[in-house]
Nanobody
């Protein structure tokens, strides 16, 4: 049974940092596409950052987080991270990780992912 479990969310002041973790179990996702999405009440889930397929998978970022957030993975730990710096109130959301079993040509599309975590709340105060 595949599971993705996020952690690391919390309350932080504007300008602060958090690092989210997503631990996968049940199978290896060491070279698989993995991504972070976020959602706020009343809004659709949006793409934040993603790692593409491959040994050295390139990364994609939403324009709103580029330069502030960094996605990475530890293949040994089967874990993907999201380092979030200079957080702003508009970053407040539930952050979820996602994983795909296959190559994805459109990493920003949530429909392309096979597995999802339950999410972790990030709240940024002004």
């Amino acid at each position: 049974q595949v599971q993705l479990v996020e952690s690391g969310g919390g309350l932080v002041q504007a300008g602060g940092s958090l690092r989210l973790s997503c631990v996968a179990s049940g199978r290896s996702f060491s070279n698989s596409p993995m991504a972070w999405f976020r959602q706020t009440p009343g809004r659709e889930r949006e793409f934040v950052a993603g790692l593409r397929w491959g040994i050295v998978g390139s990364a994609d970022y939403a324009a709103s987080v580029k330069g502030r957030f960094t996605i990475s993975r530890d293949k040994v730990k089967n874990t993907v991270y999201l380092q979030m710096n200079n957080l702003q109130p508009q970053d407040t959301a539930v952050y979820s990780c996602a994983a795909s079993l296959e190559y994805i040509d459109s990493p920003t599309s949530q429909d392309k992912y096979d597995y999802w975590g339950q999410g972790t709340q990030v709240t940024v105060s002004s």
